[in-house]
């Protein structure tokens, strides 16, 4: 175990909606990255955050949002959500921006 | 075009026995090289990490391979087990991007009785 939390484990939602994501980091980690791993895929980068403030950004649409919060516990937002965004998401925590990342078990969105 | 590319897309095997997965890399200025191992369903877990100087790192019955001037690694396990199944998927760092993580698509490991 990495001691990186996420909830909820699965969640289903239908197209439109909104969803929130959580990510507990492990201890003594500042920095959160988030990802998304589409079926039979590589986990693509969302962004990441670093002290509460986001410090870098993948190829994603605004529509993906994020908020780290002072304990560095992290958010991931997605709104109006579409089919595609059927995936798991996965988080990582590290000592900081660059250093290794250790990933949580993930939460499956499911997109009806 | 990824920057990491792996092979085999997919591999069965009997249980005992030994195989080799292969990552192909562009990523430049390379830092270093991780390959993990992802259950289904689950985070991907840290197997080995290697550093341009490193060529070779063990953990238990995996072996990790890096030919930093061909962009070639390899993982190596031996006296394969059940437990053994999973994706395993090679993670190359680049040098001037701290945060940013290039992943390979992964290669799927079944073993087998």
């Known amino acids: 175990e990495t001691g990186v939390t996420q909830s909820p484990t699965h969640l289903i939602k239908t197209r439109g909606q909104q969803v929130t994501l959580r990510c507990s980091s492990q201890?003594?980690?500042?920095?959160v990255s988030w990802y998304q791993q589409a079926l039979g895929q590589g986990p693509q980068f969302i962004f990441q955050?670093?002290?509460?403030?986001?410090?870098g950004r993948g190829n994603f649409p605004p529509r993906f949002s994020g908020l780290q919060f002072p304990n560095y516990s992290s958010e991931l937002n997605v709104n109006a959500l579409e089919l595609d965004d059927s995936a798991l998401y996965l988080c990582?925590?590290?000592?900081?921006?660059?250093?290794?990342?250790?990933f949580g078990p993930g939460t499956r969105l499911t997109v009806l | 075009k990824n920057q990491v590319e792996q092979s085999p897309q997919s591999l069965i095997i009997l249980e005992g026995k030994n195989c080799t997965l292969q990552?192909?890399?562009?990523?430049?200025?390379?830092?270093?090289l991780r390959w993990y191992k992802q259950d289904t369903g689950r985070g991907p877990v840290s197997l080995t990490i290697?550093?341009?100087?490193?060529n070779t790192k063990s953990n238990g019955r995996y072996t990790a391979t890096l030919d930093a001037d061909t962009k070639q690694s390899s993982l190596h396990i031996t006296a394969s087990q059940l437990s053994d199944s999973a994706s395993y998927i090679c993670?190359?760092?680049?040098?001037?991007?701290?945060?940013?993580?290039?992943f390979g698509k992964g290669t799927s490991l079944l073993v087998t009785p």
């Open positions: 993670v190359v760092s680049a040098a001037n991007s701290g945060y940013a993580l290039n």
């Open positions: 955050y670093y002290r509460e403030e986001e410090n």
């Open positions: 990582a925590s590290s000592l900081d921006s660059g250093s290794e990342q250790f």
């Open positions: 201890s003594g980690h500042n920095t």
């Open positions: 290697m550093t341009f100087s490193e």
């Open positions: 990552c192909n890399y562009t990523v430049s200025p390379f830092s270093n």
